[in-house]
């Protein structure tokens, strides 16, 4: 830990360091990985890779189904729901036939008590007739019968007896017009027994059309009540044959995004493992070839250096990284997780227990100023500038490592990694720990 009240680094078990020649790995003390092992690191990334990709693929093709499975249920839905619209209206036709088929089977009553009422007018009538034939027989019957008594009424009616002529000629008029009567009698019945049984034909008949009407359309209702109800219930079966297939497809689309997080996760795992294995690399030879010509870094910087060497390759990423580690970032860094130049320093140092601002124009305030190139320490930052002889430009800074060389997180589209320190746009330096 620092004591920036003492204004100078407390160190502290780092004797070794006070030696001339190669500095120790104590700021990275990874190991010194062989290049098989790096090698075989890599080779896991790729399958990693290639399994995350194959997995992609089925988690795809298992969202397409879902997705296909969503759009069938769907229209299950609204073809079930248009069935059961069908039913109700074919119910519908079906009462309304029904109260149709009631007035028409009324009519048909109607008509048939008509009918039957014609037929007894009939029977009155034919009764009516066969009466008064009979009565025209027992005249005939009687005329023939009394042949002798008429006989002697025309001798009578024939005398010159004025009053027996008068008598027995208004006899033979009533006797005339009774018969006369008894004609027109049976004529009328006749024609009344014909009209009532006209009547009755056409009654029966209008009370066949209409019981025909009403059962017909009680079966054109019913066969339409049927059609409805079986397509309403295969309508629905579909519907349900759909969402059990949705559920299977999401249980299936979820299965496969749950394959693809784990294969993620299990390629971050062989990346990381890839990375650390590189940066221990890189460490052990950025450690050999460095020599110290002064006072050697303190604990701060070496555990600073530690922390940067962790996250070499990790991609830049504008306005990335904090205190916890790399971060998605924002405006071209919104898609990339990583670090910037800013993030990877005060990242490193937080580890230290000093906390760096985010900022570049911060950082340059953040520390004790070395301004020349021949004073630096490992661990000290460096800054670069557009103008070297205006602070307001800068734009870089990187964590120096001695022997010419630095670290840093350059620019979007590179990684976290190990640079040289001769750059014409070195402004100065800062030394958090001071």
Same mark, same amino acid.
């Given at each position: 830990?620092?004591?920036?009240?003492?204004?100078?680094?407390?160190?502290?078990?780092?004797?070794?360091?006070?030696?001339?020649?190669?500095?120790?790995?104590?700021?990275? @003390?990874?190991?010194?990985?062989?290049?098989?092992?790096?090698?075989?690191?890599?080779?896991?990334?790729?399958?990693? *890779?290639?399994?995350?990709?194959?997995?992609?693929?089925?988690?795809?093709?298992?969202?397409?189904?879902?997705?296909?499975?969503?759009?069938?249920?769907?229209?299950?839905?609204?073809?079930?729901? %248009?069935?059961?619209?069908?039913?109700?209206?074919?119910?519908?036709?079906?009462?309304?036939?029904?109260?149709?088929?009631?007035?028409? =089977?009324?009519?048909?009553?109607?008509?048939?008590?008509?009918?039957?009422?014609?037929?007894?007018?009939?029977?009155?009538?034919?009764?009516?007739?066969?009466?008064?034939?009979?009565?025209?027989?027992?005249?005939?019957?009687?005329?023939?019968?009394?042949?002798?008594?008429?006989? =002697?009424?025309?001798?009578?009616?024939?005398? %010159?007896?004025?009053?027996?002529?008068?008598?027995? $000629?208004?006899?033979?008029?009533?006797?005339?017009?009774?018969?006369?009567?008894?004609?027109?009698?049976?004529? *009328?019945?006749? @024609?009344?027994?014909?009209?009532?049984?006209?009547?009755?034909?056409?009654?029966?008949?209008?009370?066949?059309?209409? %019981?025909?009407?009403?059962?017909?359309?009680?079966?054109?209702?019913?066969?339409?009540? @049927?059609?409805?109800?079986?397509?309403?219930?295969?309508?629905? *079966?579909?519907?349900?044959?759909?969402?059990?297939?949705?559920?299977?497809?999401?249980?299936?689309?979820?299965?496969?995004?749950?394959?693809?997080?784990?294969?993620?996760?299990?390629?971050?795992?062989?990346?990381?493992?890839?990375?650390?294995?590189?940066?221990?690399?890189?460490?052990?030879?950025?450690?050999?070839?460095?020599? $110290?010509?002064?006072?050697?870094?303190?604990?701060?910087?070496? $555990?600073?250096?530690?922390?940067?060497?962790?996250?070499?390759?990790?991609?830049?990423?504008?306005?990335?990284? @904090?205190?916890?580690?790399?971060?998605?970032?924002?405006?071209?860094?919104?898609?990339? *997780?990583?670090?910037?130049?800013?993030?990877?320093?005060?990242?490193?140092?937080?580890?230290?227990?000093?906390?760096?601002?985010?900022?570049?124009?911060?950082?340059?305030?953040?520390?004790?100023?070395?301004?020349?190139?021949?004073?630096? =320490?490992?661990?000290?930052?460096?800054?670069?500038?557009?103008?070297?002889?205006?602070?307001?430009?800068?734009?870089?800074?990187?964590?120096?490592?001695?022997?010419?060389?630095?670290?840093?997180?350059?620019? $979007?589209?590179?990684?976290?990694?190990?640079?040289?320190?001769?750059?014409?746009?070195?402004?100065?330096?800062?030394?958090?720990?001071?």
């Amino acid at each position: 830990m620092l004591d920036r009240r003492r204004g100078r680094p407390v160190v502290a078990g780092i004797a070794a360091l006070l030696l001339l020649g190669p500095v120790l790995p104590a700021f990275a @003390d990874p190991g010194n990985p062989t290049p098989s092992q790096i090698a075989a690191a890599h080779k896991a990334v790729t399958a990693a *890779r290639a399994r995350v990709a194959s997995l992609q693929i089925q988690a795809e093709q298992a969202t397409e189904a879902f997705n296909g499975a969503m759009v069938r249920a769907q229209a299950a839905e609204r073809a079930s729901a %248009s069935a059961s619209a069908r039913a109700a209206a074919a119910a519908g036709d079906e009462a309304r036939a029904q109260g149709v088929a009631t007035g028409a =089977q009324a009519v048909a009553d109607t008509a048939e008590a008509r009918a039957q009422r014609k037929l007894d007018e009939q029977r009155a009538a034919e009764d009516q007739v066969e009466q008064e034939q009979a009565t025209i027989d027992r005249m005939a019957a009687g005329a023939y019968q009394t042949g002798g008594q008429m006989s =002697q009424l025309s001798s009578v009616m024939s005398e %010159s007896n004025p009053a027996q002529l008068a008598q027995g $000629t208004a006899y033979l008029d009533r006797v005339g017009a009774y018969q006369r009567a008894v004609v027109v009698d049976m004529q *009328r019945a006749r @024609d009344k027994a014909i009209t009532a049984s006209q009547l009755a034909a056409a009654a029966s008949a209008e009370a066949e059309v209409a %019981s025909n009407a009403a059962k017909a359309a009680l079966a054109r209702a019913a066969t339409a009540h @049927d059609v409805a109800a079986s397509a309403n219930l295969a309508a629905s *079966r579909a519907a349900q044959d759909a969402h059990h297939s949705l559920y299977l497809a999401s249980k299936a689309k979820a299965h496969a995004r749950s394959l693809v997080a784990r294969a993620e996760a299990s390629l971050g795992n062989a990346t990381q493992r890839a990375r650390h294995l590189e940066a221990a690399a890189a460490a052990a030879r950025a450690a050999a070839a460095h020599v $110290t010509t002064g006072v050697p870094p303190s604990d701060a910087a070496a $555990t600073a250096i530690h922390w940067a060497f962790q996250e070499i390759g990790v991609p830049y990423s504008w306005g990335g990284g @904090d205190e916890n580690g790399p971060t998605y970032g924002f405006a071209q860094g919104a898609g990339t *997780r990583g670090f910037d130049c800013s993030g990877l320093t005060l990242f490193a140092y937080a580890h230290a227990g000093i906390h760096l601002d985010h900022w570049t124009g911060s950082q340059w305030n953040e520390g004790k100023r070395i301004s020349n190139r021949s004073d630096l =320490q490992p661990g000290d930052l460096m800054f670069f500038a557009y103008d070297t002889s205006d602070p307001s430009t800068i734009h870089h800074v990187a964590i120096y490592l001695g022997n010419g060389q630095m670290i840093e997180a350059p620019y $979007t589209g590179e990684v976290v990694r190990v640079s040289s320190s001769d750059r014409s746009d070195f402004i100065g330096g800062v030394r958090p720990w001071a």
